[in-house]
């Protein structure tokens, strides 16, 4: 009864504070995977040329009342700043209503990271 509680609680965790981000995009050797949420595609290609040379990392869109800000992970302080140029040039509307991922899969539905990787055809990236 309490494992059965527990798992609830962590499930209802894991839920909320993944509805909280707008996006979340996955970096790896300079490739890029939208693992959660819309991206507009012009912002994509824009965050594509900007990741290039990134290693590993990973980018959240956070909403705020009328606009968003960028959590970064792994970057350095000059392509956050490029990146952030990018974004602030895209009303949060656009964003809200940017495409949904196009044939996501299990792990982007999911919105858990490794997964998404893992199930990505090699020829989308």
Do not use: C
């Not at 990146?83 to 858990?112: E, H, K, M, V």
């Amino acid at each position: 009864m309490i494992l059965t509680l527990l798992a609830i609680a962590v499930f209802l965790a894991w839920v909320f504070f993944r509805s909280r981000a707008l996006f979340r995009v996955s970096i790896r050797n300079g490739k890029m995977l939208v693992v959660h949420g819309r991206v507009p595609h012009a912002f994509q290609h824009e965050l594509r040329k900007a990741v290039a040379h990134v290693e590993s990392g990973s980018i959240r869109g956070i909403p705020h009342e009328k606009s968003a800000s960028l959590e970064f992970t792994g970057f350095d302080p000059g392509t956050e700043q490029q990146i952030r140029n990018t974004f602030y040039t895209y009303p949060i509307s656009a964003i809200r209503n940017a495409p949904p991922i196009p044939d996501a899969t299990f792990g982007q539905w999911l919105g858990i990271t490794w997964l998404a990787w893992a199930l990505e055809p090699k020829k989308r990236l």
